[in-house]
């Protein structure tokens, strides 16, 4: 995996300053330790960091085609270059290396702009066209890897693979975004496009920006989205035979490599899967590596160890104390910007234990959006089925008082979740969607923000992100719009963004081949009876694994990383968090009322109440914040 930067001027034909193309290369030095390289002419700079995997004696970049006029600095893996390029071939293109970067410089001067369509894999790319004056950026269809971008003093375009690369730019605008901040305490994260400052913003899974020499910067363009086309069942088992034949496919394409590979396992359904598929496609054992907790309700590793040892995987565990706070200023570098995610905290740990023994990993990250195995699926059609009953100007009275009298057992969340049930009852689909997993609820915000906060807002609440979302579903069918929501906001915001940082601030690459495109698509047309069916979520995918895994794997309830942030705010944590929080930069930014932040701390570290999730978003703002030069509006 690589590490991508560079300028381009819009208006004219600038002499850009290399050492400072180098410096912004440089911050991302830990995505590609391997080499270094950059390419300079008036008007536009390149740089690129490389972690070498295919191809290890050429493949360097900035890569140009053979008659000069195209240049290309990439992040990534197109898993289907070899037929690419045989293709290209065909056309009289002659390729002097064997990795698919030099595919995209052909595939643009064949194909142009829809060249992105005939891609698959994880790409983050930006490609200059000498000829056509332009500059042509590109995001993989999910998001799984990253692109930020700004046009500086309206005339220079700025991107990099992570937010750092552009704010070592010394003229990037560091003006807080008021509707990010909102969306940020309601989600643990900035949803695309945005980032935390006005005028820098993510390129979109999916999308692409062309821009060109002498014309404004255009809208970016979308070239993907979740199609959504039923396809036709012929009988269960059928069914079941197809999923892991294609799941198997889209593992056996991620196995290539000139490095060593193996794979996450943490005994949960999806790494399991991977497993399985790798053992049956290779014949060395698979290099598998799980991390526990010393707290018994969050430690897996048994089931990981029953799969490692079905499989006679090359096994590494460790457990990691559940005390592991101190990498908390760590992850604020990593993220660059706010990110409220706990799990990234053991995420960060099962990177770091992989590159012990390898250079790629495989994931199984994206069964939970594919085949609804989240518990909040089960919730929300649950609630969906008296929301589809009653209209909702009978539901938001009656529900809405019984949500504001309900005490919320805050000791019992996942057990017993009646308030935030009638509270979910009394709004529209989307907006119960968004209440269910929100960190903090609107009311909340409403009252944790600052009076200049709210003016800035001027109304804006994060529920028009899922809207925006929502008007453009392929789909109207309850399930598949929520899924829908999660592909589009919290698997590329959070999932995605927390197993990319992770993994290269230790030099990993990480594959998911549950989110192959061509496998998304395929498992979105699935009737949803077939993922959620009663209370069992991912129905299919697990009966089509039950020759390959034991029932007591498939079948357990779902645990997921757990980090005790409760125990950690009344413990060890304490003194930090009323500092942070109540005495630091974040009371100076004047984004918050403090006596409601103060009751917050104190609700909480008294025992009477659990915010543990507010105050870790709030902890994680102020660690994202503090030292950098921002304003506020």
């Not at 790409?123 to 692109?147: E, M, S, V």
């Not at 979302?469 to 109207?476: E, I, L, N, Y």
């Amino acid at each position: 995996m690589c590490g991508i930067a560079g300028l381009f001027d819009i208006a004219g034909h600038s002499e850009f300053d290399r050492s400072l193309l180098q410096t912004m290369n440089q911050t991302q030095f830990h995505r590609g330790p391997d080499e270094g390289g950059d390419y300079l002419e008036p008007g536009v700079a390149l740089a690129h960091r490389r972690l070498s995997i295919i191809d290890l004696s050429s493949g360097q970049q900035p890569m140009h085609s053979a008659d000069g006029r195209v240049c290309v600095v990439y992040n990534g893996e197109i898993y289907n270059f070899p037929e690419l390029a045989a293709e290209l071939r065909q056309c009289g293109y002659k390729f002097r290396t064997r990795c698919d970067t030099e595919v995209i410089l052909y595939a643009w001067q064949e194909w142009g702009e829809a060249c992105v369509k005939r891609f698959r894999g994880m790409f983050a790319f930006a490609l200059y066209d000498k000829t056509r004056q332009c500059l042509f950026l590109a995001r993989d269809r999910l998001g799984i890897k990253p692109l930020f971008f700004s046009v500086l003093d309206g005339r220079t375009l700025a991107f990099g693979s992570e937010l750092k690369v552009l704010k070592a730019h010394p003229r990037l605008p560091r003006t807080l975004e008021a509707q990010a901040v909102e969306d940020y305490f309601a989600l643990g994260y900035i949803p695309e496009p945005k980032t935390i400052y006005s005028g820098v913003f993510k390129l979109r899974p999916g999308h692409t920006l062309l821009v060109e020499r002498g014309k404004p910067v255009p809208q970016q363009h979308e070239y993907w989205d979740l199609p959504f086309t039923p396809i036709a069942i012929a009988s269960e088992q059928e069914l079941g035979d197809e999923l892991f034949a294609r799941m198997r496919e889209a593992v056996d394409i991620r196995m290539v490599a000139e490095v060593p590979l193996g794979a996450f396992l943490s005994g949960g359904v999806d790494s399991s899967a991977v497993v399985a598929a790798m053992a049956q496609l290779q014949d060395t054992p698979v290099n598998t590596c799980a991390i526990g907790f010393d707290v018994p309700q969050f430690n897996e590793t048994d089931f990981a160890r029953q799969v490692a040892e079905r499989y006679q995987t090359n096994h590494l565990e460790r457990i990691v104390a559940s005390d592991d706070f101190d990498l908390l200023d760590t992850l604020a570098q990593l993220y660059d910007e706010p990110y409220a995610d706990s799990s990234a905290i053991p995420t960060y740990r099962v990177c770091q234990l992989a590159r012990e023994r390898v250079t790629v990993a495989l994931s199984g990250d994206g069964g939970d959006e594919n085949f609804a195995g989240y518990r909040r699926y089960r919730w929300h059609m649950n609630e969906e089925r008296l929301r589809s009953a009653l209209p909702l100007g009978i539901r938001k009275p009656i529900f809405g008082a019984l949500g504001r009298l309900y005490p919320k057992l805050d000791w019992a969340p996942r057990v017993f979740r009646a308030k935030t049930t009638f509270e979910s009852l009394a709004r529209n689909s989307v907006e119960a969607y968004l209440h269910s997993v929100s960190l903090t609820s609107q009311e909340q915000r409403g009252s944790m923000f600052s009076d200049a906060l709210h003016r800035q807002l001027q109304g804006y609440r994060a529920v028009e992100t899922f809207n925006h979302h929502a008007r453009r579903s392929p789909t109207d069918d309850p399930l598949s719009l929520i899924q829908y929501l999660d592909m589009k906001t919290y698997l590329v915001g959070d999932i995605l963004t927390k197993v990319d940082r992770a993994s290269m601030a230790h030099s990993l690459e990480v594959r998911v081949p549950l989110l192959d495109h061509n496998f998304v698509e395929w498992i979105s047309g699935l009737p949803v009876s077939y993922k959620l069916r009663g209370q069992e979520g991912k129905y299919i995918l697990k009966k089509a694994l039950e020759p390959h895994l034991s029932r007591e794997v498939l079948y357990r309830p779902k645990m997921g990383f757990g980090v005790p942030l409760g125990k950690w705010f009344r413990g060890p944590l304490k003194q930090r968090l009323r500092e942070s929080l109540l005495d630091g930069a974040l009371a100076q930014t004047g984004l918050f009322n403090h006596s409601f932040l103060e009751q917050l701390v104190t609700d909480h570290q008294s025992g009477r109440r659990e915010y543990s999730a507010p105050l870790w978003s709030l902890m994680m703002f102020q660690a994202a914040i503090a030292g950098d030069n921002f304003s506020v509006r």
